[in-house]
């Protein structure tokens, strides 16, 4: 079997009309890895930075781990530490970030992914996308109701349904996939994928390099109108011959980070942050509120928890608790239309309810007690009574204790003793005598 090592290349730019890096880009030989922070002033560059710095410590020797499960566990501890710094600092709340990781594990990867940067293959020049977005349009996609030539042109084509936020309603995709000599990945935020189709990416991944066909990538979205942060990380699958080409960035085996990562994200001086920045002044505070929204966060950013979630919450948990109880009455009202014939005392009895023992809830009652003693029927029969004989009415019980009673025995009376011969005769010869 032919060893294989992975090459790579990390490329990012602002764009032509951001004024800050969103995104993070990590690559080296065992990872690589594309996050697309969010939320514009509300800090999505820390959340990109924070999650990737969580993420690009799996760059190590795993020899106790399965890399799937390290994969997972990587991404809960960025998602928790979102969290963290959002509970920290309550300013940054609604940032949030996509995530796109591949970790090679010398002959498979363990890939993970949320939101809408994607990830690409191609294969014998061929382009797939192996990634599904999480994303509104997708999902009409998915339905039928939208073409993917039409997905992206779509105006709500970004809105996403699933981002990592730093709580747990949110899920990635985790899953093996196989790797093959000669396979080249591509893992991008949607700066590029928005402005370079596919056709496009699939001709200039076919580029001689990696390194060159970051470079085109990068370019040609720039060139389509950069409305957005680009970010590119590609991998290739080459034979392990020990040789680096010295041609290409990856040469010298150091790991390349990019973007919010790399520089450290902004600092932040929100009154929640804790930081040492001088307060607003009231001119400066009135222009913040009137500043123009950053596209980004009418894009991307996540609606905030309601904080009058625990009041539905409330309320849909009443729901099921009456849904439950209106169960339970209907199911006892139900109990109290049956009948069954049953013993009491030794004697054949008819029931209502159901034969069922259950703590602290009565479903049957005494009816009526006949006359028929238990012990005149035969014993199989009696058996049977004491067992319980279901009945489909008050009738049809009715009917059965009569069966029963043709079937009863009714003991003759026992005569009374007759006096002897002999002790008559001498009851003669005294009233003789």
């Known amino acids: 079997m032919t060893s294989l090592t992975l090459r790579y290349v990390a490329l990012t730019d602002v764009g032509l009309r951001r004024s800050m890096n969103q995104d993070s880009g990590y690559a080296s030989g065992r990872l690589i890895a594309v996050a697309d922070g969010m939320g514009g002033a509300a800090a999505g560059d820390l959340a990109s930075a924070e999650a990737m710095n969580v993420i ?29 710094l959002v509970q920290d600092d309550p300013s940054v709340e609604g940032m949030g ?40 349009v997708q999902s009409l996609v998915e339905e039928g109701k939208l073409t993917p ?43 590029l994928s928005d402005m370079v189709d596919d056709a496009t990416i699939e001709r200039l991944l076919s580029s001689e390099t990696i390194d060159a066909a970051a470079s085109e990538l990068v370019r040609t979205a720039l060139e389509n109108g950069g409305y957005d942060n680009v970010t590119v990380v590609i ?26 990562a790399s520089g450290g994200p902004r600092p932040r001086t929100g009154q929640a942050s804790g930081g040492t920045g001088k307060s607003r002044t009231r001119g400066e505070a009135k222009r913040e509120r009137e500043r123009e929204p950053d596209p980004e966060e009418l894009r991307y950013a996540p609606v905030p928890p309601s904080k009058w979630r625990w009041v539905r ?38 029931y209502r309810g159901v ?22 029927l035969p014993a199989f029969r009696a058996e049977q009574v004491e067992g319980g004989l279901e009945a489909d009415s008050r009738a049809n019980a ?36």
């Open 56 to 84: 690009r410590q799996l760059d190590r020797e795993l020899p106790d781990i399965d890399p799937l499960e390290a994969l997972e566990k990587a991404v809960a501890h960025a998602n928790h530490r979102l969290g963290e």
């Open 97 to 136: 970030t996509t995530l796109e990781a591949m970790l090679w594990d010398g002959e498979r990867f363990a890939t993970a992914h949320i939101g809408d940067s994607r990830a690409y293959l191609l294969r014998d020049g061929e382009l797939t996308q192996i990634s599904t977005d999480h994303t509104f």
């Open 149 to 191: 030539e039409e997905a992206r042109v779509h105006p709500h084509r970004s809105l996403l349904l699933r981002v990592m936020l730093g709580r747990d309603d949110n899920e990635a995709d985790f899953d093996w996939f196989e790797g093959q000599l000669g396979d080249r990945f591509l893992l991008c935020s949607d700066g």
């Open 235 to 260: 991998g290739e699958l080459v034979e392990d011959d020990g040789e680096p080409d010295e041609n290409l960035s990856s040469s010298d085996g150091q790991p390349q980070l990019v973007g919010a």
């Open 313 to 350: 919450r409330l309320v849909a948990l009443a729901v099921v608790v009456g849904a439950i109880a209106a169960g339970l009455f209907y199911a006892y009202q139900w109990t109290q239309d049956q009948y069954y014939v049953a013993a009491s005392d030794g004697k054949v009895t008819i």
């Open 355 to 376: 034969q069922a023992d259950i703590p602290l809830v009565t479903l049957q009652r005494v009816d009526e007690v006949t006359d028929i003693e238990l012990d005149t």
């Open 398 to 433: 009715e009917q059965i204790v009569e069966n029963l009673r043709d079937l009863a025995v009714v003991p003759e009376p026992t005569p009374s003793p007759s006096p002897t011969p002999s002790a008559s005769a001498s009851a003669d010869d005294e009233q003789g005598a």
